[in-house]
């Protein structure tokens, strides 16, 4: 199975703020990565899929780059309802595999 | 709406069975893979389960193979999750997803873009 790590695990950072979150896969996965949010108690949120393109109705502060192993979210201005978990997960191959996570922090 | 709603979750005992059922309406659901994800309290994302269009293609997590089964009545707009020989590390938020589907942009196709609420599983005595 492919290993997803996510770093770092947690960030404090002010409204405002720029933030970056890292993915990287153990093995190369192209651009088929994607990225969600996920507010406590309720389902994921699609942000980003192919690594890079911004799903529908997704604010234009994120963003997503990277290929082949390692992969970054930014988000450039941080918003109050952003401080939440985000996940990166590949779907090069079965079994599908998220990283475990970054939330963010209100500093 | 495009919208997916699960159903089914509870408690459970160890070593005991529940079927879990997504309901899918705003969509052509039989045209749509399908997965189950979950979360257990506290954790981060595992994703359980895969299920081709039209059912003939299943992929299991290691965690679950032999002991879950995915299915999907495209009639019925229905996916579901048998799962027997339950252990208290499958409690957890179990959730169906949509598999993005963009014909023009393979690489596209495998994120998650729909998901429903979530159906808790909780394995205990």
């Known amino acids: 199975a492919i290993r997803m790590t996510q770093s770092p695990s947690s960030l404090s950072a002010s409204t405002g703020d720029r933030v970056t979150i890292t993915c990287r896969a153990s093995?190369?996965?192209?651009?088929?990565l994607a990225w969600y949010q996920q507010k406590p108690g309720k389902a994921p949120k699609l942000l980003i899929y192919?690594?890079?393109t911004l799903q529908s109705g997704v604010p234009s502060r994120f963003s997503g780059s990277g290929s082949g192993t390692d992969f970054t979210l930014t988000i450039s201005c941080l918003q109050s309802e952003d401080f939440v978990t985000y996940y990166c997960?590949?779907?090069?191959?079965?079994?599908?595999?998220f990283g475990q996570g970054t939330k963010v922090e209100i500093k | 709406e495009v919208q997916l709603v699960e159903s089914g979750g509870g408690l459970v005992q160890p070593g005991g069975s529940l079927r879990l059922s997504c309901a899918a309406s705003?969509?052509?659901?039989?045209?749509?893979?399908m997965n189950w994800v979950r979360q257990a309290p506290g954790k981060g994302l595992e994703w359980v389960s895969y299920?081709?269009?039209?059912?003939?293609?299943?992929y299991y997590a290691d965690s679950v193979k032999g002991r879950f089964t995915i299915s999907r009545d495209n009639a019925k707009s229905s996916l579901f999750l048998q799962m027997n020989s339950l252990r208290a590390e499958d409690t957890a938020a179990y959730y169906c997803?949509?598999?993005?589907?963009?014909?023009?942009?393979?690489?596209?196709?495998?994120?998650?873009?729909?998901w429903g609420q979530g159906t808790v599983v909780t394995v205990s005595s």
């Open positions: 093995q190369g996965i192209s651009s088929y």
């Open positions: 997803a949509r598999q993005l589907f963009i014909t023009m942009i393979p690489v596209a196709n495998g994120a998650f873009d729909i």
């Open positions: 705003g969509f052509s659901f039989s045209t749509y893979e």
């Open positions: 192919a690594a890079s």
């Open positions: 997960q590949q779907y090069y191959s079965y079994p599908r595999t």
């Open positions: 299920i081709s269009s039209s059912g003939s293609t299943i």
